[in-house]
T-cell receptor, first 114, second 110 residues
């Protein structure tokens, strides 16, 4: 069974631009979560989608948004990029996401904002 | 911040020795999980311990959980160079999100 895939793996953008990251979960997994990892703040939860609905959301500004498609693939978008958005963005999938099931992580997208 | 904390922040041991990492979390949990991350890559799930369990083993890994102290520990026995990585605990409540600790960087030298 193929693992979680994320595209692109690396991305360089400039301040003010927007970016879209993509995540394909493990086949059969319906829950997709997104996390941001930075040296200063560590791993922080962004949001979780289940059956095309955002089920849970972390404490990030509205510039961070996401969506999930009917095939469970998910995208996250960051608008008006800031230098502080430079981070490793990790996507994780699980069967249902309920009660903190084991999550399977993708390799991440490293975003650099100049 | 609801983020948990881990100690030590960094640990350097020789191959064959045991490594112990500790984690504290802040809210009540459904379960606690441990993950490994190699050099800024994706996280790999190691083990999950439920709130009604006190100890769990998986191969060379042993995890303990003390819900009264909101703490957990991960023991890696007979460490190998390939165990060099960052280790994170993650607490899970009834919702779907994981709250990660600050991580322990483990260096295993030959």
């Amino acid at each position: 069974k193929a693992g979680v895939t994320q595209t692109p793996r690396y991305l360089i953008k400039t301040r003010g631009q927007q970016v879209t990251l993509s995540c394909s979960p493990i086949s059969g997994h319906r829950s997709v979560s997104w996390y941001q990892q930075t040296p200063g703040q560590g791993l922080q939860f962004l949001f979780e989608y289940f059956s095309e609905t955002q089920r849970n959301k972390g404490n990030f500004p509205g510039r961070f948004s996401g969506r999930q498609f009917s095939n469970s693939r998910s995208e996250m978008n960051v608008s008006t990029l800031e230098l502080g958005d430079s981070a490793l963005y990790l996507c994780a999938s699980s069967l249902s996401g309920a009660h903190g099931n084991e999550q399977f992580f993708g390799p991440g997208t490293r975003l650099t904002v100049l | 911040s609801q983020q948990g904390e881990e100690d030590p922040q960094a640990l350097s041991i020789q191959e064959g020795e045991n490594a112990t990492m500790n984690c504290s979390y802040k809210t009540s949990i459904n379960n606690l999980q441990w993950y490994r991350q190699n050099s800024g890559r994706g996280l790999v799930h190691l083990i999950l311990i439920r709130s009604n369990e006190r100890e769990k083993h998986s191969g060379r890994l042993r995890v303990t959980l003390d819900t009264s102290k909101k703490s957990s520990s991960l023991l890696i026995t007979a460490s190998r160079a390939a165990d060099t990585a960052s280790y994170f605990c993650a607490s899970a409540g009834t919702a779907s999100k994981l709250t990660f600790g600050t991580g322990t960087r483990l260096q295993v030298t030959l």
